[in-house]
């Protein structure tokens, strides 16, 4: 045990030095050091070119990187994220484009909304699958309104799964226009709208 110990020790003390040296080598030191070669240097050749050469010291004009704008559509309202909402939740409840969503508010990656965050809703319709609809904050957008085909009562040890089993309806779709925000809880005595 203890010459394995040993011989492991050696094997990471031989690694760390290794990478130190690599780390903190000086720079320009590499395979070719000691090779006492000149960088070849191009020569210039009279070829005939149909363009004319660019003689004296003008410089070339480079494109100078810019921020991109944030685009400004018409702000519908303002949403503060609740926890376990996404951005895909509050587009379904306004009828907006979620990514339309990020891009107004500046948020790079649309996973990463917090709650008590303030975001502008802006102007853009967008048709969404079906999913989790979070709850309105304000009267903005157009969200389509549902066409009840039925009203289901719910029993004592249903769930929405068996119910969209039942009537053919995918459960998410009866989620979205009954604004549940978490499938596995639903109460006895509640009435759902089935599209």
Same mark, same amino acid.
């Given at each position: 045990? !203890? !010459?394995?110990? %040993?011989?492991? #020790?050696?094997?990471?003390? +031989?690694?760390?030095?290794?990478? &130190?040296?690599?780390?903190? &080598?000086? *720079?320009?030191?590499?395979?070719?050091?000691?090779?006492?070669?000149?960088?070849?240097? $191009?020569?210039?050749?009279?070829? %005939?070119?149909?363009?004319?050469?660019?003689? +004296? #010291?003008?410089?070339?004009?480079?494109?100078? $990187? %810019?921020?991109? =704008?944030?685009?400004?559509?018409?702000?519908?309202? @303002?949403?503060?994220?609740?926890?376990?909402?996404?951005?895909?939740?509050?587009?379904?409840?306004?009828?907006? /484009?979620?990514?339309?969503? *990020?891009?107004?508010?500046?948020?790079?990656? =649309?996973?990463?909304?917090? $709650?008590?965050?303030?975001?502008?809703?802006?102007?853009? =319709?967008?048709?969404? $699958? =079906? +999913?989790?609809?979070?709850?309105?904050?304000?009267?903005?957008?157009?969200?389509?309104?549902?066409?009840?085909?039925?009203?289901?009562?719910? *029993?004592?040890? /249903?769930?929405?799964?068996?119910?969209?089993?039942? @009537? +053919?309806? %995918?459960?998410?779709?009866? &989620?979205?226009?009954?604004?549940?925000?978490?499938?596995?809880?639903?109460? *006895?005595?509640?009435?759902?709208?089935?599209?």
């Amino acid at each position: 045990m !203890k !010459k394995q110990f %040993s011989t492991l #020790s050696r094997r990471w003390i +031989g690694l760390a030095l290794l990478l &130190a040296a690599l780390f903190f &080598a000086p *720079a320009g030191y590499g395979l070719a050091q000691g090779m006492n070669e000149e960088t070849p240097t $191009p020569t210039a050749t009279s070829v %005939s070119s149909p363009l004319p050469t660019p003689t +004296g #010291s003008a410089s070339i004009p480079t494109a100078t $990187p %810019s921020v991109t =704008p944030i685009p400004t559509w018409g702000i519908l309202g @303002y949403h503060t994220v609740q926890s376990g909402e996404t951005l895909f939740c509050i587009g379904r409840a306004y009828g907006v /484009d979620p990514y339309a969503i *990020a891009s107004q508010n500046g948020i790079l990656s =649309p996973n990463l909304i917090r $709650p008590g965050q303030r975001l502008a809703i802006p102007n853009v =319709p967008r048709q969404l $699958p =079906p +999913g989790q609809v979070c709850p309105r904050q304000f009267n903005g957008g157009t969200p389509i309104p549902p066409n009840c085909r039925w009203y289901h009562t719910v *029993a004592w040890g /249903d769930n929405l799964y068996r119910i969209s089993l039942h @009537y +053919g309806v %995918s459960m998410w779709a009866i &989620a979205e226009v009954n604004h549940i925000l978490n499938l596995n809880y639903i109460r *006895a005595g509640q009435v759902l709208c089935i599209p």
